[in-house]
């Protein structure tokens, strides 16, 4: 079965600082799909970064980067330089199998809350 | 801005009534996938819609229905509502090769049930 972790609730971090948001993961595929998606109070999900199960480099998006510890089934969010416009709750989720009949099915976590405070 | 556009944002209905809820996906992104988002927990999926067939079913029982159509629309279809389908009604699409295959999300339906 294929399960997401994110054991932090909530997290708190001061602008401009680094934040770092947890992610565990368990699957039986090789192949697999990783996903960090964001979540203002408006509902959209909005897409931040990917890392696939072959990829040996970990995912960078701007300040968004991913770091991906393939043993340790642990595929953490980093977020550089937090901006007040950061605060939101933050998903973290898999595609497994990662291939084109599973295109649209991801299994999420229960999510992190952000807060930045000035 | 993802071009996933759902209607309505939020409506209320009573225990044992119908609901209809829209998508309108981006033109070429041929699936459509459904979720539900109960409050405080991550969207679970409902089902996948490709080429207007269903090829893929989560944990959901058979009053979840749905529908996709050719110009990239999708409905999604509840019978006999309960009070625990109150909950954020997601939808997404994909194109069938996309850039790490994200999922592009609309802003979802929010559902109340009384």
């Known amino acids: 079965a294929q399960k997401i972790t994110q054991t932090q609730p909530g997290m708190f971090v001061q602008e401009k600082e680094a934040v770092t948001l947890d992610c565990t993961y368990d699957?039986?595929?090789?192949?697999?799909?990783l996903f960090w998606y964001k979540q203002p109070s408006s509902g959209e999900m909005i897409f931040l970064i990917y890392?696939?199960?072959?990829?040996?480099q970990n995912a960078t998006e701007g300040r968004y980067s991913l770091n991906f510890q393939k043993a340790r089934k642990s595929a953490n969010l980093v977020i550089s330089a937090s901006q007040l416009g950061d605060s939101a709750m933050y998903f973290c989720?898999?595609?497994?199998?990662?291939?084109?009949?599973?295109?649209?099915?991801?299994?999420f976590g229960r999510g992190t809350q952000l807060t930045v405070w000035p | 801005e993802t071009g996933v556009t759902q209607s309505p944002t939020h409506l209320i209905k009573t225990r044992g009534q119908q609901v209809t809820l829209r998508c309108s996906s981006q033109?070429?992104?041929?699936?459509v996938s459904w979720y539900q988002q109960a409050l405080g927990q991550g969207p679970q999926f409902i089902f996948q819609?490709?080429?207007?067939?269903?090829?893929g079913r989560g944990n959901f029982p058979p009053r979840f229905s749905g529908l996709q159509f050719p110009n990239y629309s999708s409905e999604l279809n509840v019978n006999a509502l309960e009070l625990d389908d109150s909950a954020l009604y997601l939808c997404?699409?994909?194109?069938?090769?996309?850039?790490?295959?994200?999922?592009?999300f609309g802003e979802g339906s929010r559902l109340t049930v009384l």
């Open positions: 997404a699409s994909s194109p069938l090769a996309g850039d790490g295959g994200e999922l592009f």
């Open positions: 699957t039986s595929d090789q192949s697999y799909g």
């Open positions: 890392q696939g199960s072959y990829d040996e």
């Open positions: 989720a898999m595609r497994a199998p990662n291939r084109g009949s599973t295109l649209g099915r991801l299994y």
């Open positions: 033109s070429g992104h041929n699936t």
């Open positions: 819609y490709y080429r207007e067939e269903e090829n």
